[in-house]
Each structure stands twice: as structure tokens, then as C-alpha cells.
T-cell receptor
Framework: GQNIDQPTEMTATEGAIVQINCTYQ??????LFWYQQHAGEAPTFLSY????GLEEKGRFSSFLSRSKGYSYLLLKELQMKDSASYLC????????????FGGGTRVLVKP | DTAVSQTPKYLVTQMGNDKSIKCEQN?????MYWYKQDSKKFLKIMFS???????INETVPNRFSPKSPDKAHLNLHINSLELGDSAVYFC??????????????FGEGSWLTVV
């Protein structure tokens, strides 16, 4: 089975940096995803890590350490529109490309 | 054009009714999914189909029956609706192939309220 933990809520100031941590336990690992979900909308893909290290995409970066079962999503130069939930998801090795999601971290950006 | 589209977006119905949610994707993907997001915002997989074949069937009551007439469509039929079925149901799709991220793309969700 899989177990994914991430903080429930974080607050940060516009222009600042926020780091959202995600720890996971899984019987087989085949990639970690981060999704952004605004209230009342669908989750949208942000990043994908399958090898250790940092993946950078504009203001967003994601890091993975497979040996530690740990990832983080880094949001730089926060904007008000970044207020959303951020979902960490792990794909196992079973058939079907199944993603197991954490409960999401709600980020509130304040002026 | 919407990549993954599902209808209806909102559905309010009484306990005991039967209802369907339709989903279509125009991304050419070979795999489609149904996810359920409850009031606590946990997103959990229900079913996965690959080229019309059922691949994943999580512990879901058999009142829920998915149907995939072709690889671009995956519909969800729910019989004898219960209050606990109230949730947001997301359809999704991906292309499952070696060496790719197999990123899953979600539809806009269907808000089901059972009264």
C-alpha cells in the first residue's frame, strides 16, 4: 500500500517563498507528481519527479529523494493567484498507472 | 477545446435514484480514470480503463458501474444513490507508455449532491 503525508495548511506573504513537504511510504515507486487545485476546480499538473534531484519550472521547483521517501514543492515569488491546494501524488509499480494522492496542502497567500 | 470534458457539472438528486456522469477525452490517450474527491478533499481512484479494458477497480460498491464504449469515453453509472455518495467525481486520462511521465489530466469535475 501507499501512505502520503503533507501539511494541511500553510500561509505566506506575496513575493515570498514557500516550501511544501511531502513524505511517502510505498511498496513500489514509479514517480511522484505535484498538482495544483484551486477551489472548485480540477487538479492541474505542475511537476513530475522520478529520479533524485531538483526539477525547475519557472517559479515552481520540485525535489525528490527516493531513499528518504521525501519530496518538496518550492514556490518562489508568490503571487495571490498561487493561493490553492497543492497535492502530492505517488505512482506505484502496479498496472494501471495508479496515482495515490495525499490530502493536499492549502496555501494561502496574503498581501 | 476542452481536453477532458464531463457532464453534468452539477447534479442534485434524491436518495435511491440512478444517475450517470459522462466523460470524453480528445487527447488520444489510451487510459481513462474515475476519481472521487470527498468533503475532506482526499482524491481517491475508483476505476481505471485501458483501451476499454478495466485495469483498476478499487474497493467501490457495486452500485457504481463504469462503462467504456471506446477508449475516448468512460461513463459512470450509479444505482440507488446514497447520501454518502455526495462528492466531486473527476474523470481523467493519460497515455501510458514506457519512458514518459504518464501524466494524468483531469476533467472539470461533477459535483454530485444526494438529498
Amino acid at each position: 500500500g501507499q501512505n502520503i503525508d503533507q501539511p494541511t495548511e500553510m500561509t505566506a506573504t506575496e513575493g515570498a517563498i514557500v516550501q511544501i513537504n511531502c513524505t511517502y511510504q510505498t511498496s513500489g515507486f514509479n514517480g511522484l507528481f505535484w498538482y495544483q487545485q484551486h477551489a472548485g476546480e480540477a487538479p492541474t499538473f505542475l511537476s513530475y519527479n522520478v529520479l533524485d534531484g531538483l526539477e525547475e519550472k519557472g517559479r515552481f521547483s520540485s525535489f525528490l529523494s527516493r531513499s528518504k521517501g521525501y519530496s518538496y514543492l518550492l514556490l518562489k515569488e508568490l503571487q495571490m493567484k498561487d493561493s490553492a491546494s497543492y497535492l502530492c501524488a505517488v505512482r506505484g509499480k502496479a498496472a494501471g498507472n495508479k496515482l495515490t494522492f495525499g490530502g493536499g496542502t492549502r496555501v494561502l497567500v496574503k498581501p | 477545446d476542452t481536453a477532458v470534458s464531463q457532464t453534468p457539472k452539477y447534479l442534485v438528486t434524491q436518495m435511491g435514484n440512478d444517475k450517470s456522469i459522462k466523460c470524453e477525452q480528445n487527447l488520444g490517450h489510451d487510459t481513462m480514470y474515475w476519481y472521487k474527491q470527498d468533503s475532506k478533499k482526499f482524491l481517491k481512484i475508483m476505476f481505471s480503463y485501458n483501451n476499454k479494458e478495466l485495469i483498476i477497480n478499487e474497493t467501490v460498491p457495486n452500485r457504481f458501474s463504469p462503462k467504456s464504449p471506446d477508449k475516448a469515453h468512460l461513463n459512470l453509472h450509479i444505482n440507488s444513490l446514497e447520501l454518502g455518495d455526495s462528492a466531486v467525481y473527476f474523470c481523467a486520462s493519460s497515455q501510458v507508455s514506457e519512458g514518459s511521465g504518464n501524466t494524468i489530466y483531469f476533467g472539470e469535475g461533477s459535483w454530485l449532491t444526494v438529498v
